[in-house]
């Protein structure tokens, strides 16, 4: 099963059209999104000059049922107290929102779709960023 986790930029190139974001998505056949990038998509939206008509696409591709929102609970706590004290030993502090991205990736076993690269200092982790990395 080719699945994967949303990261905000992510989404954000897909909505716009991005073609290499749009064909990821078409590809997955799983896409999670952690309850972090909704709050993320949602502060964003609320900042905006288009929160209504982005609230309302957000909720059309949430009932998508290849969709899933992921919450945090104590084992995506245990993984990014893991992957904080990791990347502090090796001097590589990321966001902290990226850390919990990172902790729901690792405990789901999925790699992160995002184009930020500091995720690649996580150990363990996927970062897809091409539509060719979902194929077998």
Do not use: C
Not at 6 to 21: C, I, P
Not at 70 to 91: E, F, K, P, Q
Not at 110 to 126: M, Q, T
């Amino acid at each position: 099963m080719s699945g994967l986790i949303l990261d905000t930029n992510a989404y954000v190139a897909f909505k716009r059209g991005r073609q290499q974001a749009v064909e990821m998505l078409q590809l997955a056949e799983t896409i999670v999104i952690p309850v972090i990038v909704l709050g993320e998509l949602l502060a964003g939206f609320a900042f905006g000059a288009r929160e209504t008509e982005n609230r309302r696409e957000l909720t059309a591709f949430l009932d998508s049922p290849r969709v899933q929102v992921a919450t945090v609970d104590s084992t995506t706590a245990s993984w990014y107290g893991r992957i904080y004290a990791n990347l502090r030993r090796l001097g590589r502090p990321i966001p902290a929102n990226d850390l919990w991205i990172a902790a729901t990736a690792l405990q789901s076993g999925l790699p992160v779709f995002s184009y930020d690269r500091h995720f690649e200092s996580v150990e363990g982790l996927g970062l897809i960023t091409q539509p060719e990395d979902l194929l077998p």
